[in-house]
């Protein structure tokens, strides 16, 4: 009897806490959003433009460094409040040649002579940096010509400490890859949701924007530099908000083979964090924390879950009501197993579970290299 209770317990903690990770935050967030919204302050035509200063850390990018600060300084703003400062993280190759040889002197270059990582990067990189608004990317997107000018535009209210804009990813070509792009537009909305209402959790480490005065620097092993930077920022009153218009694209799909290695260490980034500011678990601790637990920690969670319904599940499969459960969720990791197969490309069923189960591996991954010390050193 008491097996069977706490398998039951179990088995029903487990799929409530997955409903709402995966779709009841989503449900509550949206209709706060549109039942209490809280507005932007819009920018007005004549409103001065602040200076902007686009930080970019680099590691032997030499291939793409030229083409990348050509499309960042060709933004639709005004050239003489814009600038380029490009952290060479300790590149071996031509790199810092590359970026010299556009002889822009709105492009300002600083060198780490060993690979620090990109946090070490960033907190050298704003520590010369004077502009009232920081532009935080990478190297291997590229910005939509007015994605600097709708960033900065939202800071005309004074409420905004940060913005973060849209990251258009080129479709995936595998049923996997295709799941984890539906989980990216996901993403998407709950971040729009969420700052409809207040703030959103975390930024798009391609494309955001940040107060000057808001930054305060990061540990040096920081793997979320875009989820840390940004919840300081709210952690001193200022909004998050994201901003759909605002555009980069990257030219590299969610394919598993690429996305694997990026997921670990979003994942383990999200270990680190989880453990680094216990203090955001709480009321008092951050503004933000109910979205925080909601939006990010309770993902870290959901593989166990996923785990649990299924352990639970097996000694209940002789009862009417649980006998179709298990049913169903041996059919989840049926589809996801045939969504591996280029076949069932066509079967939208299959996307979905072989992402979601992807993903949820990931998870694991994650937090295995996070325990071994990836993780907790910090990736380069």
């Not at 595998?174 to 709950?190: F, I, N, P, Q």
């Not at 059919?331 to 066509?346: I, K, S, T, W």
């Not at 079967?347 to 325990?371: A, E, M």
Request: proline fraction near 6%; aromatic fraction near 10%.
């Amino acid at each position: 009897m008491l097996l069977h209770v706490i398998a039951v317990f179990l088995f029903w903690v487990s799929c409530g806490l997955l409903f709402y990770t995966f779709a009841g935050y989503g449900f509550l967030i949206s209709a706060l959003a549109r039942l209490r919204p809280k507005p932007v302050v819009p920018a007005t035509p004549d409103a001065p433009h602040p200076s902007v200063c686009i930080v970019l850390v680099a590691s032997n990018e030499e291939k793409r460094i030229a083409e990348r600060l050509r499309n960042l300084l060709a933004s639709q703003y005004p050239a003489d409040q814009l600038s380029v400062l490009l952290v060479s993280d300790g590149s071996t190759d031509g790199t810092v040649v590359q970026a010299g040889s556009l002889q822009d002197a709105r492009v300002a270059i600083v060198e780490q002579p060993t690979r620090s990582g990109k946090a070490a990067g960033l907190n050298l990189g704003v520590s010369h940096c004077t502009a009232d608004i920081l532009v935080f990317t990478d190297a291997r997107q590229r910005f939509a010509e007015d994605a600097i000018a709708r960033l900065v535009a939202h800071f005309a209210d004074p409420a905004i400490g940060a913005v973060s804009g849209s990251l258009e990813i080129a479709p995936a070509a595998s049923a996997t890859g295709a799941g984890v792009d539906a989980y990216w537009r996901y993403e998407k909305s709950l971040r729009a949701a969420e700052s409809q209402w207040d703030s959103c959790v975390g930024c798009t480490g391609a494309i955001y924007a940040l107060r000057r005065e808001l930054f305060a620097p990061i540990p040096d092993d920081t793997l979320l530099d875009d989820v840390v930077i940004p919840m300081q920022a709210a952690a001193q009153g200022a909004r998050v908000i994201h901003d759909p218009a605002a555009v980069a694209f990257d030219p590299q799909s969610l394919e598993p083979e690429a996305e694997q290695r990026r997921k670990q260490r979003t994942l383990a980034g999200g270990f680190q964090m989880l453990f680094r500011y216990p203090a955001w678990l709480l009321p008092k601790g951050h503004r933000l924390w109910w979205q925080l637990i909601s939006h990010k920690y309770l993902r870290l969670l959901a593989p166990f879950c996923l785990i649990g319904a299924f352990v639970a599940n097996l000694p209940l499969a002789g009862e009417q009501l649980y006998a179709p459960l298990l049913a169903a969720q041996i059919l989840l990791y049926f589809f996801a197993v045939l969504g591996r197969f280029p076949a069932a490309n066509q079967w939208k069923i299959c996307r979905l579970t072989s992402g979601f189960v992807f993903l949820n591996f990931q998870v694991l991954r994650g937090l295995r290299y996070y325990l071994v010390g990836g993780g907790r050193q910090g990736w380069q």
